[in-house]
């Protein structure tokens, strides 16, 4: 469970990470809405894919039934293998290109750039980790076989 963990948490940050790289040489403005919309979108969509072929992946090597626990499990070690990843990603961003990616609202002008990063990355850690939960918590149900109903 761990090695696909790691493995689909991988995937899905380097996809992010890719992403992020070439919309931003592409559009220069980050409060555009290819940055505002068009990621937040495409990161989730990236998560969802990611999760589900990891908990799949999980299901078809299981020996015995997986349970939906099990599945659960995998695909919250995904979405917290992801988060790590990627606010790593963005730790990097942030020493070696600076602030200039950053989208920042009218109002947080007046706010240190330090706490706008501290924010910025505990909403990507703790929003990819809740829409991984329910992710994975709608994905392991979907995918869990039922048992037949005895008369």
């Given at each position: 469970m761990k090695k696909l963990a790691f493995k689909y948490g991988l995937i899905i940050a380097i996809g992010a990470a890719a992403w992020v790289i070439i919309v931003h040489q592409l559009v220069s403005n980050p409060q555009s809405s290819i940055h505002q919309l068009g990621t937040p979108v495409f990161f989730n969509i990236?998560?969802?894919i990611g999760i589900f072929l990891g908990i799949s992946e999980f299901r078809r090597q299981a020996a015995e039934q997986a349970t939906f626990k099990q599945s659960l499990k995998t695909g919250v070690w995904?979405?917290?293998?992801y988060a790590i990843t990627i606010s790593l990603f963005f730790v990097g961003v942030l020493y070696f290109v600076g602030t200039r990616w950053m989208a920042v609202e009218a109002n947080a002008q007046k706010l240190p750039m330090a706490l706008l990063a501290?924010?910025?990355f505990t909403g990507?850690?703790?929003?990819s980790v809740l829409f991984g939960l329910a992710y994975s918590t709608l994905i392991a149900f979907a995918l869990t076989k039922r048992?037949?109903?005895?008369v």
């Open positions: 990236l998560q969802f995904i979405s917290f293998v501290v924010q910025a990507l850690f703790l929003g048992l037949p109903k005895s």
